[in-house]
Structures are given as structure tokens and as C-alpha cells.
């Protein structure tokens, strides 16, 4: 590739992104005018979301039987344990990557 | 009210496993650009501007292949599209920033969306500094991180192996926290089960896109058939 075209080929993976995050501010520009459907839509998706990132994280070890793959999940119950205990962010995010980390090092 | 810098050191606070988590792997970015054989400009700037990293990722591997421009925007408006389900969840809350809404839209990473949805903002701060400054740190976080990896490359030892697992269990926390504050969990639970349902099916590339469809319409048709089948919080 050129030098133009790869700036072209960037600048359009930027108007890709951005068109994904600007499009629904821009046709829901006003409050008043925006569906009760699409408000309501809103309110119901964000803690499907964080369920579905927490899967986006484990995306490349589910379903493969490696150490890496028991390793995270092993830190992953962990992480959820100790929040469920402590509830203190810092800790439960401190242990279980200690923990993650420990596992892939010295086993 | 708190002035700028207790603002400041809040947002700051609330990044803080961003930072660790953005720095490793905007660093692990910018590494492997640079043994692509691109020079530090392009990582640096590559992250100033997509900003996603996925689609950098993807990006990287595109820019030696074959020129084919419709192609590359095909294929990011997929892997991002997620964002717009981001940005319909943040309509109200980015709603009146003022100035502040573009960068608070251009900056909305998986990380940070999660992070702005998540934190639950004292009464003595202005939220919208909060999201403001939460959103540019993290930025600020994946340059740096997509800089030195461009810089130094594989220079750089990075001889803590697992560091990135930070994402995950900030993840995991927020998941948590919004699981116990509440009152219906018919959302987190169906976000948690489909997504890994149809990551079994249809494997990690489009597992996403194609589970927050789904749910859009799960949604309709609940909405449908209930009139409005729950109250939110």
C-alpha cells in the first residue's frame, strides 16, 4: 500500500467507529422527540451489556482446553468472590489479578 | 461543591484499572505494529483517532494486505456497531454536557462507557466533569501505552505475564456491583446466557453484534406484548 491509501484505509476504519457511536446522538438529537421505545430500549440494555463484556473477555479461552482458559476462570471466580465478600473494587480487581497472574507464572 | 481537583482525583481514582489494564494493552498494540513493520507514528495515531481496539487490531493486519477501502468500512462498522447500542444507553446522560458531548461520544470505548454507566457520581461532583475527565484519562492511558509499544517494540520486556486481566475482573466487578443494586434481573441474565450461547455457536468474531440484536429483539417483543413488561429503577 501507498501512503494514501493508508491513510484512506485508517481514516476510514475512523468513520466507521464514529458513525457507530455518533449516529444514535444524531437522530435522537432531541429529548422530547426521541421514542419512549428507544428510551426505555436504553434503560433495559446497559446491564445486559456488562454481562455480555464479561463474556467478551473470556472470548478467546471458553470453549478451548487450555491452562490459560481454567487459569481465568479460576481468577475470574476469585475477582467475583471476594467483591461479593468485601465489595471493595480496588481489592477484588487487586486479587484477582494477582491471583491470575501467580497462576500463569508459576504453574 | 468540589472544586477541580478533588474532581480530578475522583475521576482519576475510578480509571485507575483502566490505566494498568490500557497501558499493558495499548503497549501489546503498539508491539505488535511495530513487528508488523510500522513505524511508532502509526500506533500513536492510529489510537488518537479509531480509538477502538479491536478495530486497530483488526486495522494492523488490514494495512498489509491488499488496498480495499469499502472492505475496511464494512468490516468496522460490524465490529463496532456495538457502539451503538452504547450510545443509546448513554443518550440521557450525555445528554447535556454542552461542549463536552462530542469528546464524551468520540471517547466511548467498551471501557469507558461501562465505566460512565457504572460509577454512581457523589452529589458534590458535576457529573459531567467526571464522565469528561474519566473519558479523556483513559484516552490519554491507550496513547501512551500504543506509543511506547510503537517506540521500543519488543525492546520492551514485558515480563509480567497476565497484567491484561485487570480488564476482566474491573469487568466482573462492575457486572457485580449492577447485579446487586438491582431490582429485576432479567437483563444482566439474559445478556450473560445469550452471549455466551451464540459466542458457542457462532464463535468470538460476531458474538457480539449479533447477541445485542437479539436482545433489541427480545425487547420489542416483551415491550409488545406486556405494554411495558417491567418499571426500570
Not at chain 2, 438491582?182 to 450461547?197: A, K, N, R
Request: proline share 3%; aromatic share 16%.
Amino acid at each position: 500500500m501507498t501512503l494514501t491509501e493508508q491513510i484512506i484505509t485508517i481514516a476510514m476504519a475512523v468513520i466507521g467507529t464514529m458513525a457507530t457511536r455518533f449516529l444514535p446522538f444524531l437522530v435522537f438529537s432531541n429529548s422530547e422527540r426521541t421514542p419512549v421505545f428507544i428510551k426505555r430500549l436504553g434503560d433495559f440494555l446497559p446491564p445486559a451489556i456488562l454481562g455480555i463484556l464479561v463474556v467478551y473477555c473470556y472470548k478467546d479461552v471458553l470453549f478451548t482446553a487450555s491452562s490459560t482458559a481454567l487459569f481465568s476462570l479460576v481468577a475470574g471466580l476469585v475477582t467475583l468472590a471476594v467483591h461479593l465478600w468485601r465489595r471493595n473494587m480496588f481489592l477484588s480487581i487487586f486479587v484477582g489479578t494477582a491471583c491470575y497472574v501467580l497462576l500463569c507464572n508459576f504453574l | 461543591m468540589a472544586n477541580r481537583k478533588e474532581t480530578f482525583l475522583f475521576a482519576f481514582r475510578k480509571s485507575l484499572p483502566i490505566m494498568t489494564g490500557f497501558l499493558f494493552l495499548g503497549m501489546t498494540y503498539g508491539i505488535y505494529m511495530n513487528q508488523q513493520g510500522f513505524n511508532f507514528l502509526y500506533p500513536t495515531l492510529m489510537a488518537l483517532t479509531i480509538y477502538g481496539g479491536s478495530v486497530e487490531f483488526i486495522i494492523a493486519n488490514l494495512l498489509t494486505k491488499a488496498f480495499d477501502p469499502w472492505a475496511v468500512l464494512i468490516v468496522t462498522l460490524i465490529v463496532s456497531s456495538r457502539h451503538l447500542f452504547y450510545a443509546i444507553s448513554m443518550l440521557d446522560r450525555y445528554g447535556n454536557t454542552g461542549w463536552r458531548k462530542p469528546f464524551l461520544i468520540f471517547g466511548m470505548s467498551d471501557e469507558t462507557f461501562s465505566l460512565n454507566y457504572s460509577t454512581k457520581v457523589p452529589l458534590e461532583f458535576d457529573k459531567k466533569k467526571v464522565m469528561f475527565t474519566i473519558t479523556i484519562l483513559n484516552q490519554i492511558y491507550w496513547v501512551s501505552g500504543a506509543c511506547l509499544g510503537g517506540l521500543f517494540g519488543s525492546l520492551i520486556a514485558i515480563n509480567v505475564k497476565g497484567l491484561s486481566f485487570v480488564m476482566t475482573a474491573l469487568f466482573i466487578v462492575m457486572m457485580t456491583d449492577q447485579f446487586l443494586r438491582e431490582d429485576h434481573h432479567f437483563s444482566s441474565l439474559t445478556g450473560l446466557f445469550l452471549s455466551l450461547g451464540i459466542l458457542a455457536v457462532t464463535g468470538k468474531t460476531y458474538f457480539m453484534p449479533i447477541t445485542l440484536f437479539l436482545l433489541v429483539v427480545i425487547f420489542a417483543i416483551l415491550e409488545k406484548r406486556k405494554e411495558r413488561f417491567y418499571d426500570f429503577d
